[in-house]
């Protein structure tokens, strides 16, 4: 079974932006929600697409499995996900012996700007830069399909739109 290891942090600041080794622009959709469960379909740069089955316990490990699949049958799941869609730029930005992930959301999540890191473990501990505000691990308001499903939460959406959110 696959595992996946990570933690989830609001982003303060840009200060990333100098820093970034790549980008990538990511459409996905959920097909499937049921619970800690999802079904998502993603495409990359146009190019590529997959699949993806998660399952959660609310820590911040979780079972993961993904694939591979054609892009025009990708295309039709993300038009049958009934607009359980986001849109974001993912950009990847090394520091200190770890590559975050920095997703710039577009569309009704414009504006918001969330990162996560990858660990070996639940024991790693990686150095946290001076951009990365409050930490969102385990918070299901802020999964992906939360965010594809229902939005921003109502009270960070106010905190949010005061620029206070990080």
Excluded at 6 to 23: I, N, P, S, Y
Excluded at 140 to 148: H, T
């Amino acid at each position: 079974m696959a595992k996946e290891t990570e933690r989830k942090f609001l982003v303060r600041d840009d200060t990333w932006l100098a820093l970034t080794a790549g980008a990538r622009h990511i459409v996905q959709a959920y097909v499937a929600l049921d619970g800690p469960a999802s079904l998502r379909v993603r495409i990359t740069d146009d190019a590529r697409a997959e699949l993806a089955i998660k399952m959660s316990n609310g820590q911040i490990t979780r079972d993961e499995f993904e694939y591979a699949i054609p892009l025009a049958e990708a295309r039709e799941l993300i038009a049958a996900s009934r607009g359980r869609l986001i849109e974001k730029i993912r950009f990847l930005v090394p520091f200190r012996g770890y590559e975050w992930e920095v997703d710039e959301y577009r569309g009704v999540l414009s504006g918001l700007v969330v990162a996560e890191v990858e660990l070996a473990g639940e024991r790693d501990d990686p150095p946290i830069p001076a951009w990365i505000g409050r930490e969102v691990t385990g918070d299901g308001a802020w999964s992906n399909a939360a965010l594809a499903t229902s939005g921003l939460p109502e009270p960070v959406m106010r905190e949010f739109a005061g620029g206070t959110v990080g």
